[in-house]
C-alpha cells in the first residue's frame, strides 16, 4: 500500500540494488559460518541467487500486489 502511493509524491524509481546485495552478502556469511573450509563457490553462489529470487518476488508483490 506505501508503495502504491509513491506516485502521488512524484517518486518514479525505488532502488532495490541494496536489498539485493545485502541478501547476497548474507547468504556467502551463512555459508561461510557453517563451514569455514567450503570451496564450492558454485552451489553458494546458487543459494545466494535463489534468496536474490525471494528477495525480488517479495518487492514485485509489494510493488504490485496484483501480480500475485
Known amino acids: 500500500e506505501q508503495f502504491g502511493r509513491l ?3 512524484g517518486v518514479v524509481k525505488v ?3 541494496s536489498d539485493l546485495r545485502n ?3 548474507r547468504t556467502f556469511g551463512k555459508a ?3 563451514n569455514p ?3 564450492s563457490l558454485i552451489r553458494v553462489s546458487r543459494e545466494s541467487v535463489a534468496e ?8 514485485i508483490r509489494q510493488f504490485n500486489p496484483s501480480a500475485s
Open 52 to 59: 536474490i529470487a525471494d528477495v525480488v518476488e517479495r518487492r
Open 7 to 9: 506516485h502521488e509524491y
Open 23 to 25: 541478501a547476497m552478502i
Open 15 to 17: 532502488n532495490i540494488a
Open 32 to 34: 561461510y559460518a557453517a
Open 37 to 39: 573450509h567450503e570451496h
